[in-house]
């Protein structure tokens, strides 16, 4: 029998490994009928089974899990997702004139916040600026491609935007960004798109038509913002500059998390993910040993660009009566909120350092926040045996916890069986593949606990 001591030592080694294990990357995609025809198979709950290396449903679930938010975005500046969405009715939207008070003629921006839009009200001090106001009067649609997808760098930003546009990348062309609304706007024409989200410093709509979809509220003449222009790596100089500037990404701040910019309404049915490994599986060897802001779609196969321009096309024109009504972003944040501050808090404990003196309690106080997690899926049945040297060996018979955990926000879902659309089914595995490997890695800690005697519930005899 172990002392308190020893188990502790033990206990807290295996939780260490575990929780490494969270690092790797999730089980690749399996077919959607993965757990509704095996879930009474405990055999296929093996808690030693680890995720394959290229598999990217937890990839799909990060990137679809921040759209619209700011900070993910900025951090993963290279996008992988297109989204179909609408702008509601009576949303504002902001101009700054730069050739007067003229409503554009040509293609042309706005902004969802004037502290944005201001930046292009220009004009000499003595005549001042125009700043238009408009609103939405009846809904708009657009696309939106995530990422820092409007700024203008050779790494990567654009590259989603090129494979829509011109069926290739153009890295010669990154900042043709006349050529770019220009050809986006003449493909989206055919399916009813006025517009295209993207993110700089905040978010910005690309407007095909400003004689559609929108009237003028106001076309008001102001004071010219007074800041220079100068190189973005330079320090402004003119106190006005740094204020205004600090205000401008204060403004995009209010969209920094979840919920993230909500003056659009996404079709997480019609989703489009480079990360999908059915629809392009061309970049799966190109991501091979790479950080994930070192991700690119540069590489991606024409047969590859086809398939997602189909898929595009397909999401673009079908009916919204056609899809299932599940709330895919409610159901993607509800796995986020339950487990992403406990296992922060999970992680910073098993990485302490520690006495001798401490440690088992402290591997106790662990044990307890695992055994919370578990506790609406700990089974009656699921107790370690006593004569079952394999069972306790390999904590099989904590197979039964895992199960439940696992399929707890996907088993009713996934009873909508074939009247998910291909991105929902997308969306479902992903969700499946992330709370296999949290429930995998927090069960098996908690049933190592429970063997080392470290669970104050049921101490080792």
Known sequence: MLSPKKAAVVWLFLAFERVLTTQTPLLSHAPLSFYTGIENDLGQWDLGEAPAVNSTGHLVFETANSLLQHWPNTRYRIGHTIVPGTIPVGTLLYHGALTGPHLPTALDWVSVEPDHS????????????WHLTLKVTRPMKVLYFDGSSAVNIPEGTMDTQDLVAWSKMKPEWVDNEEQRIMDLCKWGQKYGVNGFM???????????????????VSFLHLESTRFGYGSPTDPPENLDTVHYCYELMHSASWREMYPGETRIMLDFSGLVSFYDTALVPSLVPRRVGLERWDHRVEGISSEDIERVQDRLAQALARPPVTTSGIDWKTVLRVVVDRYSSRLEMMQYLVNMTLDDGSMFGHAQQVQRRLRTVLLPYTVFAALPPNTSVTANTTNSWAAPVFRECATSHTASIAAHGTTLMPSERLLLQAVRETTREICRVVTKMWASGMMTGVDPLYPLE
């Open 198 to 216: 993207r993110m700089e410093m905040n978010f910005e709509v690309m407007i095909c038509d400003f004689t559609s979809h929108m009237e003028v």
């Open 118 to 129: 201001m930046i292009f009200c220009r004009g000499p001090i003595e005549s001042g600026c």
